[in-house]
């Protein structure tokens, strides 16, 4: 036999082999069953909607709630809290002298912290427009299909701004079915204040007598069927929001 024909015989030997163990393997894989599993998160019921409402009025400023501030210690409480929902729609609306709606109620939790976490003080102007808050949080959950709807209220301070007062807008939850559930942050007395004027990056610092409306809290939540809660320090509200 001329080297040729030698070469010729070994290549197809060569590939006769390789087919043989390649369909061999095919046959083991073919038997073993393979599929390839899709999985998909299918929620039986409809989560509850929840719209923060957040006060970042200077006072909130207050440094009572070491290490952070009152604002902070908030933004900081809400945040866990996101991070510990599953398939529940949340939203945010913060209130200064003006109200406006940061995140609407969704599913977009990574959106809604990174909107959290920009939020600074006195962005809103230096009033507190608790009723203005609640109303544009309210106007947010209108078309909510949810079978319970709650707005999370947290301030420090009394309505001095706005046009339209708590006590108003909690009707207008009511008429709803929103309840709301007030946090009302820190005590009465003098507490140390220190933050920067967004517009001129001026830093104040000095005592502020703290106090908030406790009855105007308290009303708004039975007004809607929800609940007062006082937050005194950084444990009191990680209770109250775990």
Same mark, same amino acid.
């Given at each position: 036999?001329?080297?040729?024909?030698?070469?010729?015989?070994?290549?197809?030997?060569?590939?006769?082999?390789?087919?043989?163990?390649?369909?061999?393997?095919?046959?083991?894989?073919?038997?073993?069953?393979?599929?390839?599993?899709?999985?998909?998160?299918?929620?039986?019921?409809?989560?509850?909607?929840?719209?923060?409402?957040?006060?970042?009025?200077?006072?909130?400023?207050?440094?009572?709630?070491?290490?952070?501030?009152?604002?902070?210690?908030?933004?900081?409480?809400?945040?866990?809290?996101?991070? @510990?929902?599953?398939?529940?729609? !949340? &939203? #945010?609306?913060?209130? %200064? *002298?003006?109200?406006?709606?940061?995140?609407? /109620?969704?599913?977009?939790y990574e959106h809604f912290l990174e909107r959290l976490k920009g939020l600074q003080l006195m962005e809103l102007g230096n009033g507190t427009a608790m009723g203005m808050g609640i109303a544009v949080a309210c106007l947010h959950l209108d078309e909510s299909t949810a079978e319970e709807k709650?707005?999370?209220?947290?301030?420090?301070?009394?309505?001095?701004?706005?046009?339209?007062?708590?006590?108003?807008?909690?009707?207008?939850?009511?008429?709803? @079915?929103?309840?709301?559930?007030? !946090? &009302? #942050?820190?005590?009465? %007395? *003098?507490?140390?204040?220190?933050?920067?004027? /967004?517009?001129?990056?001026?830093?104040?610092?000095?005592?502020?007598?703290?106090?908030?409306?406790?009855?105007?809290?308290?009303?708004?939540?039975?007004?809607?069927?929800?609940?007062?809660?006082?937050?005194?320090?950084?444990?009191?509200?990680?209770?109250?929001?775990?």
């Amino acid at each position: 036999v001329s080297k040729p024909g030698i070469y010729i015989t070994k290549f197809i030997l060569l590939i006769g082999s390789f087919s043989f163990w390649f369909g061999l393997l095919f046959l083991m894989v073919a038997n073993a069953g393979p599929s390839i599993v899709s999985r998909e998160k299918i929620y039986m019921t409809r989560g509850i909607d929840i719209m923060f409402v957040l006060d970042e009025s200077p006072s909130m400023a207050g440094k009572d709630f070491l290490p952070f501030n009152r604002f902070e210690a908030a933004k900081d409480v809400i945040k866990l809290f996101v991070e @510990g929902r599953d398939h529940d729609p !949340v &939203g #945010l609306v913060s209130f %200064g *002298e003006h109200a406006v709606l940061r995140v609407p /109620p969704g599913l977009d939790y990574e959106h809604f912290l990174e909107r959290l976490k920009g939020l600074q003080l006195m962005e809103l102007g230096n009033g507190t427009a608790m009723g203005m808050g609640i109303a544009v949080a309210c106007l947010h959950l209108d078309e909510s299909t949810a079978e319970e709807k709650i707005i999370i209220l947290l301030t420090d301070g009394d309505n001095n701004a706005g046009e339209i007062v708590p006590e108003s807008a909690a009707h207008i939850a009511a008429a709803m @079915g929103i309840k709301i559930y007030a !946090v &009302g #942050l820190g005590g009465v %007395g *003098e507490v140390p204040l220190e933050f920067t004027d /967004p517009e001129t990056g001026k830093i104040y610092r000095g005592m502020y007598k703290s106090s908030y409306n406790e009855e105007t809290l308290k009303e708004l939540a039975e007004i809607t069927n929800g609940r007062f809660f006082q937050a005194l320090s950084p444990g009191a509200l990680d209770t109250i929001l775990s």
